[in-house]
C-alpha cells in the first residue's frame, strides 16, 4: 500500500469551534479516566466497561461502523486468538481464573481497538487529545493508584513513561511544528533524566526518534531504501546508546546502584539484554516444549516442565536468581516478551497479532510525518513486542497505537469526519 504524508491543517475539523471542544473535552476526560482500576478477579480499567458497552450495542444491533474496518487485520488476528486462547484453556485444563484472566486480556484489547477507533474516528487532533488524555491520566494514577513498582522505582514504573509521552504529544501539536530546536533540547534532557534514574530502554526510545526526524526531511527515490535507512539509524543509535551506557555505567558515573546493575548483568558472560530480561530463556524453552499448543493463559509451570528448564539452563551454564523469579512469577512460566507470552499461553496462532503489530509499527517508519509522537509510538512499541510482557495497561494503550498509526496510511484519512 503506498503511504503518503497525512495533513497536519489543525483547520480540517468540522463543526462549530464550540462542537470541538466539546469533543476534545469528552475523549480528554474519558482517556484520563483510563488510570482508574478496580480488581474484580484480576485487574479491570474503568474506561474498559464504556468500550465494552459500545461494542456490544455495536455488535446486537448491527451497527458495525464502517471506519473500523481499516482495522480488519487486527481485528480478525484478535478474534482468531480468543477462540484459540478458549479452546487450549479447556483442552490443558487451565484453573477458571487464569483463563478468565486471559480471556479479558484479549478480549478487553478488541473491545477497546473498537471503541477508541470510533471514538477518535483516524481524526489527527483528536488522537493528540486522547494520547494526551491517556498520558496525563497515568500520571494521575501514579498519586491516586500506584503499583507496587511503581513505589520501589518512582520514574522507571511510575512517572517516567507517562510524562515522556506527555512531552512528545505536546511537540507533535500543529503550533510547535517549527520549533525544531525545543525538541531536541526537551528530548535530550528528558531522555539523560531517564538515563541517570535507571530507565534505559525509556532513554533511547525518547532520543531516538530525533534521528528520524532529522533524516526524514529529505525524500529517498527508492522505496525500499527507507527501510534500509530507518533500521540502519536504529541500529547506529542502539549500539552508540549502549556504548555510552556502558562506559557511564561501569565507571559509576551514573551511581552505584547502576554501576553494580551494569556488572552483575555482565561479568559473569552475560549479555546485557538477555541478561536484563532472563525470563526470554524460560518462555522460549516453555514453548519448545510446546510450540503448537502453548501451556494455556498464566501458563502453569508443572514440576516436570520446572525440571526441563533447570536443566535446559544448566546444560548451557546459565545462572540466574531463581528466588526473585519466583516471587515474581511464582508457578508461573516467567515471560518478559509480548511475543513469546501470546505464543506461550494462546499458542502459535496467538503469536500472529503481536507480530502482526510489529510489522505495523516498522512500516509506520517509513511514513514522512515529521511527528515525534508518532515515531516514539512506533519505535518504543517495537521494543515492547520484543522485550515487554502485556500488562492491563497495554489492553488500552496498544489499541490507542494502532488507531494512530493506521491513520496515517494513504486509505485511512484523518481529515474524514463523517459519523459512522
Known sequence: ME?????????DLSGSEKT??????????????????????GK?????????????????????????????????????????????????????????????????????LYGISLLTKFRTMDILIALLGYSLGGLAGYFLQPSTYARSEIWKFGIGYPLTLTFFVILSLPSLKR?????????????????????????????????????????????????????????????????????????????????????????????????SRSELIFSARGIIDSPILGHGSY?????????????????????????SLNRIYGDRIPVHSMLLQWWLWFGVIGMFFPLRLGILYIKSLRIPNRQPVFYYLALSGIWNVLFSPYGENYRVLIPLTIVALVSLGKNLPMENTSND
Not at 530546536?181 to 530507565?199: D, H, Q
Open 3 to 11: 503511504i503518503v504524508r497525512p495533513s497536519w491543517d489543525s483547520h
Open 20 to 41: 470541538n471542544v466539546k469533543r476534545y473535552f469528552f475523549i480528554f476526560s474519558l482517556m484520563f479516566l483510563s488510570f482508574f482500576s478496580f480488581n474484580l478477579v
Open 44 to 112: 479491570f480499567l474503568l474506561v474498559e466497561l464504556f468500550f465494552v458497552c459500545i461494542f456490544l450495542s455495536n455488535v446486537l444491533g448491527r451497527r458495525i461502523a464502517t471506519s473500523t474496518r481499516k482495522l480488519n487485520p487486527f481485528i480478525g488476528l484478535l478474534i482468531l486468538a480468543l477462540f484459540s486462547q478458549t479452546i487450549i484453556d479447556m483442552v490443558l485444563g487451565t484453573p477458571p481464573i487464569s483463563m478468565l484472566k486471559g480471556f479479558s486480556l484479549i478480549l478487553f484489547t478488541l473491545t477497546n
Open 179 to 275: 520549533f525544531r530546536l525545543y525538541t531536541w533540547a526537551s528530548l535530550t534532557l528528558l531522555s539523560a533524566v531517564s538515563l541517570v534514574l535507571g530507565a534505559r530502554s525509556l532513554a533511547l526510545f525518547t532520543i531516538l526518534p530525533l534521528f528520524f526526524l532529522k533524516y526524514k526531511k529529505s525524500e529517498m527515490k527508492v522505496k525500499n531504501s527507507k527501510t534500509i535507512w530507518s533500521l540502519l539509524i536504529i541500529l547506529g543509535v542502539t549500539l552508540t546508546f549502549f556504548t555510552i551506557y556502558s562506559n557511564l555505567a561501569v565507571n559509576g558515573t551514573l551511581g552505584t546502584k547502576a554501576q553494580s546493575k551494569y556488572l552483575a548483568q555482565t561479568t559473569s558472560g552475560g549479555n546485557l539484554i538477555f541478561n
Open 299 to 323: 501458563a502453569d509451570m508443572n514440576p516436570e516442565l520446572k525440571m526441563k528448564i533447570l536443566y535446559f539452563l544448566d546444560r548451557l551454564g546459565i545462572q540466574y536468581d531463581l528466588v
